[in-house]
């Protein structure tokens, strides 16, 4: 990706050919081996970086006049912090390797930069300059050895700038790997899918039988045409097909769970239960809990009264650490004949949105990208009054 997203946009490939030492990197345009002044007038090399605008391979000019620096603090050539353009400190993590601990700010005359290349070119030029009393020969334009490689690693189609353009690229990268398995893509489960989609894990691995219906099409993420509807497609097979414009790794199974097939959910990392019934879910949590894979059901129970609705929705967590509160204190309903308030059938696709976006907070705090102060186990959130109550914490 990075060598091919280079070679087809010229302000990049001008970079490139002008003989930088260019790459791009989770969103972000990096420029290695800058020649700067330190504090004890002595020449270092520093890496410029800046986030990319990307519209799928296309990299549109720049939002953000701003750049990030890596290395020792950047001086005029006296050896004095170049306050003329440091504005600030930061603590930007652009890759494992490679932390940008500057914020530089030179605006040009017209208000904006034309292009990438016009932007990094200035601040190199300004660094440079001070360099080249120290050195005169100290240049950026090192001439590398370019390989035809294509960035590996990546699940997604086209780059995620959304994490770049935000700074949590590294953050973000604590998601990658994992292998998700979703039981259940109705409402809840569907939107489950888009939004686990949009991380890097490595695999997400879809179980329902059902086909898509036309119901179906108002309490899931996207909009549906009438010749798919027509169709019928399985639920999974549209969905894996869907988000597989986006990514790889999403892998449809057309089953639901059962004694047969239960035990490949002990191969995955994370599992999210969103299907109703109890009994079916009896089995299910049996083996996870016994292979020591961490899960999050979920469950709404909505209701009609006097002409509106009322109800609340559930998330319990259940990790290796922390289960004895699902069975103790009876947070999952099991049963399939006994009423129960998670058993009504009214679903509303903002609730079912809610009750994957809670899901999928929990599962984030649990893989560490949010902060996890409670480590609350069991929520409860309530419609009338907006109320969320969280219990079980661990």
Request: hydrophobic letters at 35%.
């Amino acid at each position: 990706m990075s060598q091919r997203l280079i070679s087809r946009n010229a302000p990049l490939k001008r970079l490139r050919d002008e003989g930088y030492e260019v790459s791009v990197e989770g969103g972000y345009l990096v420029v290695r081996h800058i020649p700067y002044v330190t504090q004890g007038r002595t020449l270092s090399y520093g890496v410029m970086v800046s986030a990319l605008e990307v519209s799928g391979d296309t990299v549109r000019e720049p939002s953000d006049h701003t750049v990030r620096f890596a290395g020792e603090v950047p001086c005029t050539g006296d050896g004095s912090p170049f306050n003329q353009i440091i504005n600030g400190y930061v603590q930007e993590t652009v890759s494992q390797d490679l932390v940008a601990e500057y914020s530089f700010s030179s605006k040009p005359a017209s208000g904006r930069y034309e292009d990438y290349y016009e932007k990094m070119t200035t601040y190199i030029r300004i660094l440079e300059g001070e360099a080249h009393t120290i050195d005169p020969t100290a240049t950026a334009r090192t001439h590398p050895v370019i390989s035809p490689e294509e960035e590996l690693g990546s699940v997604f189609r086209y780059m995620d700038t959304a994490s770049s353009r935000a700074g949590i690229t590294a953050i973000t990268d604590k998601l990658a790997g994992h292998r998700i398995g979703i039981v259940g893509l109705g409402g809840t489960g569907s939107y489950i899918l888009d939004l686990v989609a949009k991380t890097p894990v490595a695999e997400i691995h879809l179980y329902d039988r059902d086909q898509l219906l036309q119901h179906n099409a108002f309490r899931m993420p996207g909009a549906l045409s009438v010749e798919e509807l027509a169709g019928s497609p399985g639920k999974v097979v549209h969905l894996a097909a869907s988000y597989s414009k986006l990514r790889s790794g999403v892998v449809a199974h057309e089953c639901h769970i059962s004694d047969e097939n239960v035990g490949e959910l002990a191969k995955l990392d994370f599992v999210f239960l969103s299907l109703t019934g109890g009994e079916a879910k009896r089995g299910i949590v049996t083996v996870l809990e016994e292979n020591h894979v961490p899960f999050i059901d979920c469950g709404m129970g909505i209701y009609e009264v006097d002409g509106v609705l009322a109800g609340q929705l559930r998330t319990t967590t259940s990790t290796p650490g922390f289960r004895e509160h699902v069975h103790g204190l009876g947070r999952i309903p099991f049963s399939d004949g006994e009423a129960d308030e998670y058993s009504q059938n009214i679903q509303i696709a903002d609730l079912n949105a809610l009750n994957a976006s809670i899901a999928v907070i929990r599962w984030k705090k649990f893989c560490g990208f949010y902060l996890d102060l409670e480590g609350d186990h069991h929520s409860v959130y309530v419609i009338d009054g907006n109320h969320m109550l969280n219990e079980d914490k661990a």
